[in-house]
């Protein structure tokens, strides 16, 4: 039996976590030879500075490894500072009884240091706010709550694809740059080159100015003159080779001329027509923008085989601050073929629980710093929302019970009646106050949902379905879609959406039409339920909201 801890693969150390995440604490491998590489979270000089007692941490887990080292093997005072990054080999070793660690570690030598200036690193020991945090978004995965964060996000990623993997589902890759607009809010970031080609033309054209009408007339006079060279050449019944070479000469004068005609007309600014930006000069000769959501395309994907999911990054440009509000966030949307509004619930009721009892079997080291430092409830609400079946209420009703409950003293910002978007404080009246649980709305006013949402028998309400939790109120946004040709074309019409760019969207109901459905998860929002932080900007690694698109 090797006296070495192994290294991780594809590695030069061992990573703490599998030394102290252990089920006997790490104690096992007490008089083992272990590599350890990692961040200094706190250090201090003992024994009049003979040796240091350093906490170090490596990002594998929340915990961290004590390491002993003597001050013969290194300057102490750089390694004792917060932030400093130290690789050190030595032997495991179980610590003095009553210690609250179940294994250190003496280390034999410092293989190496990244050493930092104590007065300019902006990540001190004592604990700095998240808003402060968000100034230093390169350096704040060091900290205890963004890394472990990152570590329930990722936790969540790897849950997502294991649940969709298990029921079936095939993962798309839907387009980042679109030309249609899901929503129909016109919020969205445009993809363009024009201005960066209008920047390059015009310091182009003050280096090499236009051609002036002369310059132009002038070389058209040396066409005129080649070609009468030619001409002459030609009756003269001259050499082959020398009328072959006329013959060239003339036609590079004719490309100068048409190279001068072309830059004559260049114009400095966005280019126009009749009027207006003329977007056949863009990159894709056509206006474009960044998604808002992978939902309408990989619908077409749905329509072929059957059950897909999307996972990746959508963009809003709304000019909200609020907690709740990113212009770049991540969504996951399955769309499921031969499937009604009753499979959708079905199906977003199963993964929510999905991911709360995920994160309950396999990150609950990071949910417990959670519950201690942010949010005491927070297991709790995982564990209550894992295994208590979801309300359902028709809006409806959702609407009857919030008018009930404002007639009994309770008063929203936001005013109760039928037709109103529920706002968040309505939400999470009825998932913390009504109910204490989780809540799916169904079957919403069709004038406040998108035109893709399968019409009702009573013409007013369309199959969508809002689940409510908790915490954040609306966590998952989903609906049967509009699989009727003659339908949708009046839901368009209706909401005064122009056809031509989601003629293709039409053609999936044009050709082998079928009932579907399908929802989106606000990932963040996810986060967010989970970990019971308050803001949205420091459960993302690099958060980007209006002013603000740091790295």
């Not at 509000?325 to 399955?334: S, T």
Request: charged share 30%; hydrophobic share 40%.
């Amino acid at each position: 039996m090797s006296d070495e801890v192994p290294k991780a693969e594809f590695s030069d150390s061992v990573l703490i976590k599998s030394i102290i995440r252990r089920e006997d604490g790490g104690s096992g491998l007490a008089g083992k030879k272990a590599r350890i590489g990692g961040w200094v979270k706190t250090g201090r000089k003992a024994d009049k500075d003979a040796f240091a007692f350093l906490e170090l941490n490596d990002g594998s887990c929340a915990g961290n490894l004590q390491v002993i080292i003597d001050a013969s093997l290194a300057d102490l005072g750089q390694l004792v500072q917060t932030g400093t990054c130290v690789v050190v080999e030595g032997h495991l070793k179980l610590p003095p009884s009553g210690a609250k660690q179940k294994i250190e570690l003496r280390a034999e030598e410092v293989l190496h240091v990244g050493p930092v200036d104590p007065a300019k690193y902006p990540l001190p020991k004592t604990r700095l706010t998240l808003e402060s945090l968000r100034d230093f978004v390169h350096l704040r995965s060091r900290t205890n709550t963004i890394s472990a964060v990152a570590r329930i996000r990722n936790a969540l990623a790897y849950a997502t694809h294991t649940f969709f993997n298990k029921h079936g589902f095939l993962y798309v890759h839907t387009p980042i740059v679109t030309t249609s607009d899901c929503e129909g809010a016109g919020e969205m970031f445009q993809v363009t080159t024009l201005f960066s080609e209008a920047e390059r033309l015009e310091k182009e054209l003050i280096q090499n100015p236009p051609p002036t009408e002369a310059d132009v007339e002038a070389a058209k006079l040396v066409v005129q003159e080649k070609g009468e060279v030619v001409s002459q050449l030609k009756s003269a019944k001259a050499d082959k080779k020398e009328i072959s070479a006329a013959v060239a000469e003339l036609k590079k004068a004719k490309e100068n001329v048409s190279k001068l005609e072309e830059r004559s007309k260049l114009q400095p600014g966005i280019p126009r027509k009749d009027g207006k930006v003329d977007y056949t000069k863009d990159f894709f000769a056509r206006q474009a923008f960044l998604t808002v959501s992978g939902q309408l395309q990989v619908e077409s994907y749905a329509c072929a085989l059957s059950r897909v999911y999307t996972f990746g990054p959508t963009f809003r440009a709304e000019n909200s601050h609020t907690s709740r509000h990113l212009a770049e966030f991540w969504m996951v949307e399955p769309e499921i073929a031969f499937a009604d509004l009753e499979d959708d619930m079905k199906c977003a009721e199963a993964y929510v629980k999905f991911l709360c009892r995920w994160l309950l079997d396999n990150c609950l080291e990071d949910m417990e710093f959670m519950a201690d430092k942010f949010d005491k409830g927070c297991i709790d609400r995982l564990k209550m929302v894992a295994s208590t079946p979801f309300i359902r209420l028709t809006y409806t009703e959702a609407v009857e019970i919030l008018e009930e409950s404002v007639q009994n003293g309770k008063k929203f910002e936001k005013e109760v009646e039928w037709g109103i978007d529920l706002a968040s404080e309505h939400e999470r009246y009825l998932t913390e106050v009504k109910y204490q649980k989780p809540v799916i709305v169904y079957n919403y006013p069709k004038d406040i949902k998108a035109f893709y949402m399968r019409l009702n028998d009573d013409l007013e309400t369309v199959a969508a379905m809002d689940v409510l939790v908790p915490k954040v109120g609306e966590l998952i946004g989903g609906s049967q879609r509009e699989e009727r040709y003659d339908v949708i074309q009046q839901r368009l019409e209706e909401m005064d959406l122009p056809v031509e760019p989601y003629e293709w969207y039409i053609d999936l109901r044009r050709y082998g039409t079928v009932k579907h459905a399908g929802f989106g998860l606000g990932f963040e929002r996810m986060i967010l339920f989970a970990t019971g932080l308050e803001n949205i900007r420091d459960v993302i690694p690099f958060p980007r909201y209006p002013g603000r698109a740091d790295l």
